[in-house]
């Protein structure tokens, strides 16, 4: 019934409405989308939609960078803004905030925030000379980041961060996890000066599920199995696997793979189950990450009546004090991501 509801919209709104979804969405959401992908290429997508009606199926901050991204004309909805993501929810902007103020007295820190942020800490980006950036173009924004100031302050996924800074060769004795408890009153600039990269101490509430110990199993027990996960698991995990890389990368390295492989991959298990139903060629399972809950939220019912009411007062709406540094700080990833 709701399928048949959705269907119906598409149909009346037509080339006036998109619906874009994560790779992380149900089978049941993804089948109704005009565009599925992850974070930079929804992002980078969103300037180029003609559509007036842009319904966001994802978690919230996703939604929120749509609407910063958004034309005048535009409007971007979400089927259910309750939706959040647990890893920005570790990095409130208060906080963020109140760190970057007491470590900008000691030397130049440029903050450099995933895009599993919220919009207040998008737009403290912007106002810091930063930018954010996505698993596909962490790494060359991390590149871009060093050259602005003195310090980098990665945030707020300290795994995606370490594995970046490895790829980028940046030593351990350079970089460290802040300690945000109390307020940040722990935190120290002078001790922190010979550093060239601050994690912050958030995770994702799914990759942080992948453990060393079941990577070594799979090794033990399928030795002739290859391993491919997400740059938001544990380094240890990531070194490990044969491959790491964005929800994009792992599906080019499944497409890439030789007819007949095993492949276990470290991600949202939609997407990897989406992948086995794509490849029977090939033995593809999951190495044991679960589902979003999250991403899990948006349900065909709530779609459905998401464009049973396609009002701008049910448009997502951002403090419009935040949007300009918001928007530099997206810019500016694209602008260095194009470069």
């Known amino acids: 019934m709701h399928s048949k509801n959705i269907q119906l919209f598409k149909d009346k709104f037509g080339s006036n409405l998109a619906i874009l979804a994560h790779h992380y969405q149900s089978d049941a959401i993804v089948e109704h989308a005009d565009l599925v992908g992850d974070s930079l290429q929804l992002a980078a997508a969103i300037p180029?939609?003609?559509?007036?009606?842009?319904?966001?199926?994802?978690?919230?901050?996703?939604?929120?960078?749509?609407?910063?991204?958004?034309?005048?004309?535009?409007?971007?909805?979400?089927?259910?803004?309750?939706?959040?993501?647990?890893?920005?929810?570790?990095?409130?902007?208060?906080?963020?905030?109140?760190?970057?103020?007491?470590?900008?007295?000691?030397?130049?820190?440029?903050?450099?925030?995933?895009?599993?942020?919220?919009?207040?800490?998008?737009?403290?980006?912007?106002?810091?000379?930063?930018?954010?950036?996505?698993?596909?173009?962490?790494?060359?924004?991390?590149?871009?980041?060093?050259?602005?100031?003195?310090?980098?302050?990665?945030?707020?996924?300290?795994?995606?961060?370490?594995?970046?800074?490895?790829?980028?060769?940046?030593?351990?004795?350079?970089?460290?996890?802040?300690?945000?408890?109390?307020?940040g009153s722990n935190i120290n600039p002078a001790n922190l000066a010979s550093k060239k990269i601050l994690f912050w101490p958030g995770v994702c509430a799914v990759h942080f599920r992948l453990k060393a110990g079941n990577v070594m199993e799979i090794m033990h027990k399928s030795p002739e199995a290859l391993i491919v996960v997400h740059p938001e698991s544990h380094p240890h995990v990531v070194d490990m696997a044969h491959a790491s890389g964005s929800t994009s990368k792992i599906i080019s390295f499944v497409e890439q793979a030789v007819p007949g492989s095993t492949i276990y991959i470290g991600t949202e298990d939609n997407l990897v189950l989406r992948l086995k139903q794509k490849h029977p060629d090939k033995n593809i399972l999951p190495l044991g990450a679960g589902y979003c809950s999250n991403m899990a939220k948006i349900t065909p019912e709530l779609l459905s009546s998401c464009l049973e009411n396609l009002s701008s007062d049910n448009a997502v709406q951002?403090?419009?004090?935040?949007?300009?540094?918001?928007?530099?700080?997206?810019?500016?990833?694209l602008r260095v991501t194009a470069s």
């Open 48 to 183: 180029e939609l003609e559509a007036e009606y842009i319904v966001f199926c994802g978690v919230d901050f996703m939604a929120e960078t749509a609407a910063v991204l958004a034309g005048p004309r535009q409007k971007i909805f979400s089927p259910d803004l309750g939706a959040t993501c647990v890893m920005a929810d570790m990095a409130p902007d208060y906080l963020v905030n109140n760190i970057l103020q007491k470590l900008n007295h000691h030397q130049r820190v440029i903050p450099l925030a995933y895009v599993n942020s919220s919009i207040g800490v998008k737009a403290l980006c912007g106002e810091y000379g930063g930018s954010v950036c996505t698993s596909s173009n962490a790494s060359k924004m991390l590149t871009w980041a060093l050259t602005q100031g003195d310090q980098v302050l990665f945030l707020p996924d300290q795994n995606l961060g370490r594995n970046v800074s490895a790829r980028c060769n940046i030593p351990d004795s350079m970089t460290q996890t802040i300690d945000i408890r109390k307020k």
């Open 318 to 333: 951002v403090n419009p004090s935040l949007i300009s540094n918001a928007n530099k700080a997206v810019e500016t990833m």
